[in-house]
T-cell receptor, first 116, second 115 residues
Framework: EAGVTQFPSHSVIEKGQTVTLRCDPI?????LYWYRRVMGKEIKFLLH????????ESGMPNNRFLAERTGGTYSTLKVQPAELEDSGVYFCASSQDTTFRPDTQYFGPGTRLTVL | QQQVKQSPQSLIVQKGGIPIINCAYE??????FPWYQQFPGKGPALLIA?????SEKKEGRFTISFNKSAKQFSLHIMDSQPGDSATYFCAADIGLNSGYSTLTFGKGTMLLVSP
């Protein structure tokens, strides 16, 4: 079974540009999460999808970040326009079903974003 | 403010040693405490987890000790091996009895086990 995949693995952009990150969760997983780790800091929650609906987006830093999950499959996270402080590693995670808690979150390898 | 405090930031032990990583939390609503292990180029992977109604959980060489009154928990790695060299994250989750999971992570500990 394929794990969580993320694309691209690295992205280097200039301040003011737009970047779109993609996450493909494990097939059949209803829950999809986005996290971010700024260098030396903790992994921080950004938002949580249940199928195509945003369940919790309390961690989104500001309105420059837009996450979508059309059709309840893959998800994209767009940053527009990017700022220097957006640099970090963006992780996506998925879990099958939160009916029986706790549900294990499976993480992708992350996208390392560098904003110059 | 940081809700889960993890220490040390880095740790070097010799093969066979017992590294210990400590975490502390403030929010008493946390009710599930997983540890994640991350190798370079990979995402974090669940290693072991504990609920606050038990004081210790052991899986293979990995043990979590949990002190509910002190709001602290720690990871011990027995007979550590070079292959255990990785970054370890403690985390806390809220709402075990609710439908949704939100992980709050510590800053991570880089462990190096020398041969």
């Amino acid at each position: 079974e394929a794990g969580v995949t993320q694309f691209p693995s690295h992205s280097v952009i200039e301040k003011g540009q737009t970047v779109t990150l993609r996450c493909d969760p494990i097939s059949g997983h209803d829950n999809l999460y986005w996290y971010r780790r700024v260098m030396g800091k903790e992994i921080k929650f950004l938002l949580h999808f249940v199928k195509e609906s945003k369940q919790d987006e309390s961690g989104m830093p500001n309105n420059r970040f837009l996450a979508e999950r059309t059709g309840g499959t893959y998800s994209t996270l767009k940053v527009q326009p990017a700022e220097l402080e957006d640099s970090g590693v963006y992780f996506c995670a998925s879990s099958q079903d939160t009916t029986f808690r706790p549900d294990t979150q499976y993480f992708g390898p992350g996208t390392r974003l560098t904003v110059l | 403010q940081q809700q889960v405090k993890q220490s040390p930031q880095s740790l070097i032990v010799q093969k066979g040693g017992i590294p210990i990583i400590n975490c502390a939390y403030e929010n008493t609503a946390f009710d599930y405490f997983p540890w994640y292990q991350q190798f370079p180029g990979k995402g974090p992977a669940l290693l072991i987890a504990i609920r606050p109604d038990v004081s210790e959980k052991k899986e293979g060489r990995f043990t979590i000790s949990f002190n509910k009154s002190a709001k602290q928990f720690s990871l011990h790695i027995m007979d550590s091996q070079p292959g255990d060299s990785a970054t370890y994250f403690c985390a806390a989750d809220i709402g075990l009895n609710s439908g949704y999971s939100t992980l709050t992570f510590g800053k991570g500990t880089m462990l190096l086990v020398s041969p």
